[in-house]
Structures are given as C-alpha cells and as structure tokens.
C-alpha cells in the first residue's frame, strides 16, 4: 500500500511540475520602468500599471512587428498613446482605469487607427468600450476581426495594480503567439 502511495506521489509531483514549467513557458515577464519622483509613495495604492503590446502580422509569413509600452496612472486618469510604424499606420489608444472593488477594475479603452491601402487611400476605424477585468488579466483586440490566420492586427492591454505587479517582479503576460 505505501508502494502505491508512493508511485502516486511521485507522479503527481512530476505532473505538478510540469504543469508549473509549462505555464511559467507560457509566460514573459516585462520589468517595471522607475515611477516618475512626482508620484508620491502615498499614492502608490491608486496606482495602476498599464501594459499595451501591439503586434502587427505581416502576409508574407516575415516575422511580426511587435512594440510593447508599459506606463503608469493614476486610479481615473487616462493614459494615451501614439505610435506610428514602417508600415504607413498610426494609433493612438488611451486607456482610463477606474478601482471598483479590490479584485475589479472598470477599464475604459478607446482607440482610432489610420492606414494606407493597397491603392493608397487612407482608412479609419475606432472604437471605445469598457471592460470589468481582475487587476492583471488581458483585454485582446483584433481591429480587422479575429478570423483565424486574418488577424493582421492585435492590440493586447493589461493593467495591474502596481502594488500587485511590484510584488510579483514585473508585469507577467501570456505570450499571445
């Protein structure tokens, strides 16, 4: 019987540990940059962590274009972003986290993008939505659509508290791809 007890055991522990390693592979950890000296300590309860990885796919299987931005506000105020890349397209997204709860957050997310076509027109799209989430899990946007293989565009966010991500060494995200 502890023969048994102890086979069971040891493959719980090896399954455990697999589980363990499989997910933290899963994983990349972003360091957190240095909070501006303008942001007291005493305010470090209101403050959130926001993460915005932008990936661009391109059609002929080259590597992604990908840019990632981590930035820091305050509980209700908004933190926009402008980036344009090589490929003759400009975003600008802003996010506005709200505390709702200790394990809730009412997120406001908007964005607009700008692109040239094919035959050298200029489109735009936008959109504006809010999002109740747990601090640290991920809002994932497709602007073109989430068709699989037809996502040239992906926008992820996520926004911790930064009490939470100091804690944890950084912000942690899924790898996407």
């Not at 490929?87 to 040239?116: E, G, N, Y």
């Not at 989430?133 to 497709?142: A, D, L, Q, S």
Request: proline share 5%; net charge negative.
């Amino acid at each position: 019987m502890q023969s048994i007890l102890r086979k069971v055991c040891f493959v719980l522990c090896i399954s455990f540990s697999t589980l363990a390693f499989t997910q933290n592979a899963d994983e990349q950890v972003f360091d957190l940059p240095p909070v501006d000296a303008q942001i007291s300590e005493n305010l470090y309860s209101e403050l959130f962590v926001v993460f915005i990885r932008t990936t661009l796919q391109h059609p002929n299987g080259e590597d992604p274009w990908q840019r990632h931005d981590i930035h820091y506000t305050l509980n209700n105020t908004q933190l926009s972003l402008n980036f344009i890349n090589n490929d003759a397209m400009a975003i600008q997204i802003s996010v506005t986290p709200q505390k709702r709860t200790k394990d809730s957050l009412l997120i406001l997310v908007s964005w607009q993008l700008w692109f040239s076509t094919q035959n050298n027109s200029v489109k735009y799209m936008n959109s504006a939505n809010f999002f109740t989430i747990k601090p640290g899990e991920r809002i994932i946007f497709y602007p073109f659509g989430s068709q699989k293989g037809h996502q040239p565009i992906v926008i992820e966010i996520l926004v911790d508290t930064y009490e939470h991500a100091h804690e944890q060494g950084g912000i942690k995200v899924r790898k996407l791809f």
